[in-house]
């Protein structure tokens, strides 16, 4: 062999080896990308209606004093009954007053 001839040699046998290499390359099969489904839970708002009891605190007037606790200290028969006939009248109308007091809170008067 001539000296041109062992220098193409030599250069052939040092690109052969990167050349065979570069074709495997190009021949191999890339790997099939792994495809996962991952299921995520996501909290969605929800509207929720809830009744929330209120406190029903009706403008009520104080207790009076009827008329028929002086009943006793009346003079006469007729000046008691006079005085327990308007005590009971002031009870009902106290009565009254408090039912519609119970009623506008939505409760039921028995």
Same mark, same amino acid.
């Given at each position: 062999m001539s000296?041109?001839?062992?220098?193409?040699?030599?250069i052939a046998g040092r690109m052969l080896i990167p050349g065979a290499l570069l074709l495997t390359?190009?021949?191999?099969?890339?790997?099939e990308p792994v495809v996962r489904t991952v299921e995520v839970k996501v909290? #969605? $708002? /929800?509207? @929720?209606? #809830? $009744? /929330?009891? @209120?406190?029903c605190a009706p403008r009520v007037a104080p207790k009076p004093r009827y008329?028929?606790?002086d009943a006793a200290a009346q003079p006469d028969v007729f000046g008691q009954v006079r005085a327990l006939m308007a005590g009971i009248?002031?009870?009902a109308k106290r009565e009254q007053e408090l039912e519609a007091a119970i009623t506008s809170c939505g409760g039921k008067v028995r």
């Open positions: 000296i041109g001839s062992k220098a193409v040699v030599a390359a190009c021949a191999t099969h890339a790997p909290p #969605v $708002p /929800v509207q @929720v209606k #809830v $009744p /929330v009891k @209120v406190p008329a028929d606790q009248e002031q009870r």
